[in-house]
């Protein structure tokens, strides 16, 4: 899947790429942008439809509110500016998946503008790519092309997609690199699943997009002439098909050609991208406000009623996080892969004895296990429940690493929890204080200096004992007993005066 060209490093060298990407993500909304139809992916062909997403005459839209929210919560975790008043109006162009003949889009003044994402650079450091507009429209139906006994000769519509709210993000040209497009995709889909403003499953189509690159001389000032790729359906392919689109071009001037300003279609089994269309001009769509929907107005005290429900967004918690747990970039970016686990993670994480040693239990031990069998977080048979009762147990020494070990072990070769296991499996208590005081004594004998600070009146040393006997009997001492008799024996030895 790697690109044929013959160029040579010091000649791709002396061009510079510039990329921006339009992606267009679905309003994690009940029902559609203009109607009551239900809004869910699949369902039998045209059975979420109705009058007004069928386009029918007569029928009028009335915006979803929810669809409002969403655009909003969007917009501010991607740092742009609301505009309190927006306009809808209509793209005029003709396809069979479209019955109005129009989609109803944002053109001139859209909901939001001026935004950025943060994203690390070829050197680790941070480069913030700018959004030119976040704007609301909705979608097309789809063409069904096969599946059918005759497909070879009909193409069937089905409307169901008809008028799904849409969000389109606009990047600025600032991306240099299909590490860097790979990069604000990631984030930006994470700062959609973090927000619920769409379930951004890109099999189903909810995120989709469209990748703009050019080309220039290093140093010059002018942008060269895009195309644009089309019909990419994840972020490694659209890293792909960058890598692929700008050496075609780089090809097409080093031998004298123009780049063509079109669409492009990236096919994946090839590895390349084909000319789909000359790109419209946007003209050649007859913009016009839309008559049917008055001018949406997103005040600030509905603003400020939407926030309420932006949480914290994951590049800031990552950082609250590394200070928090004291733990690294990597470890936060485990822990928040998703919020759902970051919520369950930091639930779990204040009840337990040691926070810190949940982190490590699930970045050294859980993290292991779950890439050796293939598994996702989210598929563990281990609960976080489970990392809390293990992390517990190996904070009081009532559980050794070895044995904490083996019972994880355990865990993900019977698919089981670590309750259940441990309640199973654990080390047999010794709750004989004869051997346990034996224990006691030899651990006293060895460890004159603490025992001197003990009498001295330094009582919390009593704790390293516990520790140590705990250690010697393999985590099997009762744990009360054991600190009842450790007391027990040390004040017995009078205090040293
Ligand atoms: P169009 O009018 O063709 O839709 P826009 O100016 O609206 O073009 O930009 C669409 C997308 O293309 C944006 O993400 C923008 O950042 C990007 N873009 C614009 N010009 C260039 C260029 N010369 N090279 C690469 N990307 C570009
Ligand atoms: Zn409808
Ligand atoms: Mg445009």
């Known amino acids: 899947m790697s690109t044929t060209t013959a160029l040579s490093p010091e000649v791709l060298a002396k061009y510079q790429p510039v990329i921006g990407l339009e992606v267009h993500v679905q309003l994690l909304t009940e029902t559609k942008a203009f109607c009551g139809c239900v809004n869910r992916y699949g369902g039998e062909p045209n059975t979420h439809v109705c009058p007004t997403c069928l386009g029918l005459p007569g029928a009028l839209p009335v915006l979803n509110r929810r669809a409002v929210e969403l655009a909003v919560l969007a917009s501010k975790a991607i740092h742009c500016e609301i505009r309190e008043t927006s306009i809808f109006s209509r793209k005029n162009y003709f396809y069979p998946d479209s019955p109005k003949g129009y989609q109803i889009s944002q053109f001139d003044r859209p909901i939001a503008e001026n935004g950025w994402i943060d994203v690390p650079d070829a050197t680790g450091a941070t480069k913030r790519i700018g959004i030119t507009r976040l704007h609301l429209e909705e979608d097309a139906g789809k063409s069904v092309h096969d599946g059918f006994a005759d497909s070879v000769s009909k193409t069937y519509i089905d409307l169901n997609r008809c008028g799904t709210p849409l969000a389109e993000i606009v990047s600025e040209p600032d991306i240099r690199t299909p590490d860097e497009a790979f990069e604000y995709l ?255 004594d030899e651990v ?35 744990p009360v007993l054991l600190n009842e008799l450790v007391t027990r024996k040390l004040d017995a030895l009078g205090s040293a005066e």
């Open 186 to 440: 990631t984030r930006l889909k994470e700062i959609l699943l973090y927000t619920g403003v769409s379930d951004c499953n890109m099999e189903e189509g909810s995120l989709r997009c469209d990748a703009n690159v050019s080309v220039m001389l290093k140093g010059a000032t002018k942008f060269g002439t895009k195309a644009e790729v089309k019909n990419v359906n994840s972020f490694r392919y659209i890293r792909a098909a960058l890598e692929y689109e700008i050496e075609r071009q780089i090809e097409v001037l080093e031998s004298g050609g123009r780049v063509v300003q079109e669409s492009r279609l990236w096919n994946n089994s090839e590895g390349r991208t084909y000319s789909m269309r000359s790109k419209e001009q946007a003209h050649d769509y007859r913009y016009f406000p839309e008559p049917d929907l008055p001018p949406l107005v997103v005040g600030e005290a509905w603003q400020r009623e939407i926030l309420t429900a932006l949480p914290e967004l994951p590049e800031a918690r990552r950082l609250r996080m590394i200070a928090q747990y004291e733990i690294n970039q990597q470890d936060a970016m485990t822990l928040t892969a998703t919020r759902a686990f970051a919520d369950r993670f930091e639930e779990a994480a204040k009840a337990a004895k040691s926070p810190k040693r949940v982190v490590s239990l699930i970045t050294s031990e859980l993290t292991g296990r779950l890439k050796a069998a293939n598994l996702e977080l989210d598929q563990s048979p281990v609960s976080l429940a489970g990392i809390v009762k293990a992390a517990d147990l190996a904070e009081s020494d009532e559980l050794s690493s070895k044995m904490l070990k083996q019972l994880l072990d355990t865990c993900f070769a019977e698919g089981k929890d670590f309750g259940e296991v441990y309640e199973r499996d654990k080390p047999q208590q010794i709750s004989d204080a004869g051997a346990i005081e034996a224990m006691i």
């Open 444 to 478: 006293i004998a060895a460890n004159p200096k603490q025992v001197a600070q003990y009498r001295g009146g330094k009582k919390t040393v009593a704790a390293f004992f516990v520790g140590n006997v705990m250690r010697l009997s393999k985590g099997q001492a009762n």
